[in-house]
């Protein structure tokens, strides 16, 4: 099925259920039809048909969730603008991605670069449609065409736009059994547009006959926001980043004991907090959430909180949701063998058409799938490293461009991270390369405490030289109060603060054997 279908099944059994809600408004499954469906029409009477991508920019507001569905209703695919991002970001995704139509808010028009286009704003008043549903057209979009262009950081500096399908969207809800998703479900929005956990935060509840709860404004302080939306708006289901959850964990778990399910994911999940969390909130259930950009948010799933579980060193990233696949395979890509380092690589139902406009890029990055009968089927090379456990889960170990040579050594920083965090005193650890003075390049870690406390340089060395070759023990440890964060949540390693010197944290350069 793809998106409208399963939209409008929902709006025939529930038209009077609330769909989405932010703040004082609230729009039923009714009304979010029939507005959504002004929208399509008129797209349509502007050339937007089966694949024409359409760009929205329309901030956290119902008037977002009505412009998302009338783009798919029309056949186009959305691609997603933030207006709080730079202008000429915000130029480069319009004319890369070939946009002739940009669905907005009047309040937001300033808010976009000159375009040459037409401008829709999803909250004007138009004249009634005919009555009845939108006719149907030839070429009605099917499960397999594109839904949404999302851009993500490239390793060149510019973004690139990963097309994804109908079908990826709807096989996160559709059977999901990592998620009840039902008409009970209140789903709390904090994702922007542009960053891919919308997906589940907005079509998983709507495509349910559940709830999305917006919020209005940019939380200034997610503590303080977490303990006033959960309460005030009857929250059920939140995803977060890791190191959200983290912070929540250490400053005020209680704030998220009314929640029925919270999936975790976008980083490595510390094991320390899921035990907090098994602890203090044993009656939420803790889903840890694994997937590239590449492959509709989620690919492997692992449900916390089970004793197995409680023990180990990391948490590792479960197994695949309905209709994907995971392997960890070699150079050669074949399996690699059980506790063997691969590179992971996901396949299925979830897996993105490629990245648009880029097909050296997609043909390196999305290969033919050995291991399936179906024709034309593809695995995407994540670029992560893991290694198959004896029980069929997969241990992430970082990065493939996270491995660094240093002094002639060959360091996987999250490796280094793994063991640092493993500290009792260590809530987050960010390993990274930087040239501390021209030539000489150090391994540093920063860290963080547990609320607001600091970790002893010494108790980290000494716990660090336990466990790693001397080679890989950081020369630099700088403890943070807090590692900085992209406006997406995730660490921004490009903020980390240049380090203050050597002198009293610098361990001794490891001599090469």
């Known amino acids: 099925m793809t998106i409208c279908e399963m939209f409008e099944v929902r709006a025939r059994q529930s038209p ?28 349509r009477s502007l050339g937007v048909g089966r694949g024409t991508r359409v760009a929205v920019c329309a901030g956290k507001v119902p008037e977002a969730m ?41 309040s937001l028009q300033s808010s976009l670069p000159d375009f040459s286009g037409r401008v829709v704003c999803v909250d004007e008043k138009w004249p009634q449609p005919p ?39 709807t096989r996160l809800v559709k059977g999901a059994t990592y998620i009840s998703l039902s008409a009970g479900t209140r ?52 995803s977060l980043i890791s190191s959200q959850f983290n912070l929540l964990m250490e400053e005020d778990p209680l704030a998220l004991k009314p929640l029925s399910t919270i999936l975790v994911g976008g980083e490595v999940i510390s094991p320390a907090h899921v035990r907090l969390a098994a602890r203090l909130i ?71 058409i490629g990245y648009l406009g880029r097909p050296g890029l997609t043909a390196s990055s999305f290969v033919p799938d050995p291991f399936s009968a179906e024709p034309g089927a593809r695995l995407f090379r994540s670029g992560d ?61 920063y860290v963080t405490g547990w609320g607001r406390s600091q970790v002893s340089v010494t108790s980290l060395r000494a716990h660090a030289e336990e466990r790693l070759p001397e080679y890989m023990i950081p020369s630099i440890v700088m403890p943070l109060d807090r590692i900085p964060t992209t406006m997406n949540g995730k660490v921004d390693r490009a903020a980390l603060p240049a380090p203050a010197g050597p002198r009293g944290r610098e361990r001794g350069r490891p001599k090469r054997g």
């Open 187 to 238: 789903f709390l929005q904090l994702s922007p547009l542009t960053f891919d956990a919308h997906l589940i935060e907005l079509w998983g509840p709507v495509l349910s006959g559940g709830t999305v709860v917006m919020s209005p404004a940019q939380p200034r302080y997610l503590v303080d926001f977490m303990r006033d939306a959960v309460s005030r708006y009857a929250i059920t289901t939140v």
């Open 282 to 352: 044993p009656g939420t259930r803790i889903v840890a959430c694994y997937g590239p950009t590449e492959n509709a948010l989620f690919s492997s799933v692992l449900e916390l909180g089970r004793e197995p579980l409680m023990s180990l060193a990391s948490i590792p990233l479960g197994k695949p949701i309905q209709d994907s696949t995971q392997y960890v395979l070699d150079e050669f890509l074949g399996v690699a063998p059980i506790g063997v380092t691969g590179e992971i690589c996901v396949g299925g139902a979830g897996l993105a």
């Open 16 to 43: 009077d259920a609330v769909a989405v809600t932010s703040g004082q408004d609230q729009m039923t499954y009714r009304d979010l039809d029939e507005r959504s469906d002004i929208v399509a029409r008129h797209l």
């Open 385 to 445: 490293l893991g290694r198959r456990l004896p029980d069929g889960h997969v241990e992430f170990i970082g990065r493939a461009d996270g491995q660094v040579k240093l002094r002639g050594f060959r360091i996987e920083l999250g490796e280094v991270e793994a063991v640092l965090a493993g500290h009792p005193d260590v809530s987050q650890c960010v390993a990274v390369v930087r040239e501390v003075t021209p030539g000489d390049r150090r391994l540093i870690a």
């Open 131 to 169: 009555a009845g549903p939108l006719p149907a057209r030839q070429d009605q979009p099917t499960p397999d065409d594109l839904a949404y262009v999302i851009y993500t950081s490239g390793t060149t500096g510019q973004p690139k736009g990963v097309m994804c399908t109908h079908r990826g969207v």
């Open 66 to 106: 009505v412009a998302l569905l009338g783009i798919v209703k029309s056949g186009g695919a959305y691609v997603p603008l933030d207006e709080t991002h730079p202008r000429r970001r915000l130029e480069f995704i319009l004319a890369d991605a070939a946009v002739d139509v940009v669905v907005t808010r009047r």
